[in-house]
């Protein structure tokens, strides 16, 4: 038996969010589970789900390593599945194994730095089943912190668009971490991109990466740039972390505005060429807003790591998983903003600035 | 070489629309083309986009055979495919093969009554394909008018669902001709159905023809009758032909509160079914909305007729086109609020009245 802290988060019917370092007796590891030693777990927007989203940073509660504060009741009402249910935080990291079952999986990882995916990896000790942990090897815990959810995540939006059959994608908050790998990867793949940022130095990030096709919201011509692009590369597949607004909406049409500039004759249900945005994440909570101007031949659906990777042959799986820990320090190479330990995560200061989801400033926590 | 009048819709780029009865000449057919004496035809919403959509009709100008009229911008904007390029209008109706190519399949309906489907059939004649044409037998032009876009429509969302592997489906609007159809396919197939409507008598005509499950959105509890309908039915899968506004994501938000009903243990993305809305009509031209309240376990798709009967084989298309001409008088039976001359359907007293779409008052065309 271990003792350690780790976050829990409790969201209670009226409203009230409790965020709080509690010490837990982690139990020997078992056949293959791993008893890990957390060293670094970064702060996805995934995990700010449980953390910040809808909560009011600004007039919580705060006192070393606990947290009180109240969540907007329409989110509230959302999250009624976890009423009064203490919940772990943190998708993903990486540690050493102290502790090993008898299993010979688990047994082989002894000792050795491990990346893992938990979802406790706020915390001290972490669990792990040993055939979801990645040796490390040479690389540190920190480069290995972030080796599942962008790496995946990215590798599966190629994935995906291969198996869908496109030669080409757009993607939306393209400067973060994650578009950053997927910049890469399209490269490596002979996959055409289209990187849409909202500021002039992520889009000079992105170029000074070797992108070819970034386009920048703020500008005035924005819709005339990203037409543009699809026309390039052939681009009628997107995906779009934003979600709320407008940022669907907009690539959705201007694909329809490519196609129907190459139609000869009028038709009054728009183009036949496919259409489909798939939204990955929620940055901006407010609703997607779907405009009707671009005909019937159009898909917007929801993206999931977990759904993906369940849909994925063992092979494919097996593959993805070498390239990225082959790739930790080129490829998939995350960069961190700060570094917090399991206190100063939870200060006002850190989660007011974290929880803005700002690109390219992401935190590692360092338990 | 046979004349006569047929409606001609042209939009300039500045907005003026013109729909005026323009006398043509009609070459004879030639192969396995038919003409067709056109005695009546549906006005479908389908047909409106070309003559009342966004149409300021209150302050049209009208003479006998013409109407000149405004548009509003954005769906000036929206339609720039077709600015200065006279369309012909009417999608769908019946009448008599008064002439025929030298084709057998085209002489074999020589003085027959037909369907058929020329996409000018607000017209004295139309030239169709005999392949296309559907032979009426002992119906009536009337009986046969509308046999091919309702039928085949309400055929198709059964189809796709069996495709998709649904048990049952959410049909939005569904007092209508074609929900009225779809209600009866669903008994005689035994698939699932709710049927969603907005008025009591609504409610109460498709109880009366046997529906086991009708929800009134006007209803104060209409969420909770919603939800209701489809834990009974295990309906995952709807189509919307309001598409406007929020009527899909009140779908998707109640198929996510039956699946989560069921989940032992929260999750922070929603639940793992699959919760699906085809777009299919845009009776609200007003944009969709999509509030983040059913995780990223969702797709919303726009859904059109001919892309569905492209992608299927050619015994499902004849086994779907015989049921409809076996079931003209019962299954597929339309019926018709008002019936008007090419004349008539050009005052502004039937254009105000059919351009509502209001439910179950469908206009016939008798040129």
Redesign the interface.
């Known amino acids: 038996m271990t003792t350690g802290r780790q976050l829990i988060s409790t969201l209670t019917a009226d409203g009230q969010l409790t965020l709080e370092l509690e010490e837990k007796d982690f139990p020997d590891p078992t056949g293959n589970q791993v008893l890990v030693k957390m060293e670094a777990a970064p702060i996805n927007p995934?995990d700010l789900?449980?953390m910040t989203t809808g909560v009011d940073l600004a007039n919580a509660d705060y006192s070393p390593g606990k947290v009180v504060a109240k969540v907007a009741p329409?989110l509230v009402a959302?999250?009624?599945?976890?009423h009064g249910?203490p919940?772990t935080v943190g998708n993903e990291g990486a540690g050493v194994v102290v502790a090993a079952g008898d299993g010979e999986m688990a047994q082989a990882l002894m000792g050795q730095r491990v990346a893992c995916v938990p979802g406790n990896a706020y915390s001290e000790y972490a669990l792990a089943d040993a055939m979801m942990c990645i040796p490390l090897g040479d690389h540190t815990c920190e480069e290995g912190a972030s080796s599942f959810v962008n790496p995946m995540t990215s590798l599966g939006f190629v994935e995906t668009a291969k198996r869908e059959g496109n030669e080409a994608i757009i993607h939306a908050a393209a400067a973060s971490n994650l578009g950053q790998m997927l910049n890469r990867i399209c490269q490596e793949d002979d996959m055409g991109l289209v990187n849409v940022v909202r500021k002039k130095e992520q889009a000079d990030l992105l170029k000074g990466q070797g992108a070819a096709h970034v386009v920048n919201s703020s500008d005035e011509d924005f819709e005339a740039q990203l037409v543009k692009a699809i026309a390039d590369t052939g681009a009628f597949l997107g995906f779009d972390p934003i979600?709320?607004g407008r940022m669907t909406?907009t690539c959705l049409r201007s694909m329809e505005r490519v196609a129907?500039a190459k139609?000869t004759e009028?038709?009054?249900?728009g183009s036949?060429q496919p259409k489909k945005m798939y939204?990955?994440g929620?940055l901006d909570?407010s609703?997607?807003?779907?405009?009707?101007?671009y005909?019937?031949?159009?898909?917007?659906?929801?993206?999931?790591l977990?759904?993906f990777l369940n849909s994925c042959d063992m092979p494919t799986l097996i593959g993805m998983r070498q390239r990225v820990v082959s790739g930790l320090k080129t490829t998939f190479a995350s960069s961190y903003k700060s570094r917090v330990s399991l206190e100063e995560m939870l200060t006002k200061d850190a989660m007011m600035d974290y929880a803005q989801m700002a690109t390219g400033e992401k935190y590692l926590v360092t338990p």
């Open positions: 995934s789900i449980l329409p959302a999250q009624a599945g976890r249910k919940q979600g709320g909406d129907a139609l009028y038709s009054r249900y036949d939204i990955y929620r909570m609703p997607t807003i779907l405009t009707p101007s005909g019937f031949g159009w898909t917007v659906s929801g993206w999931l977990m759904p």
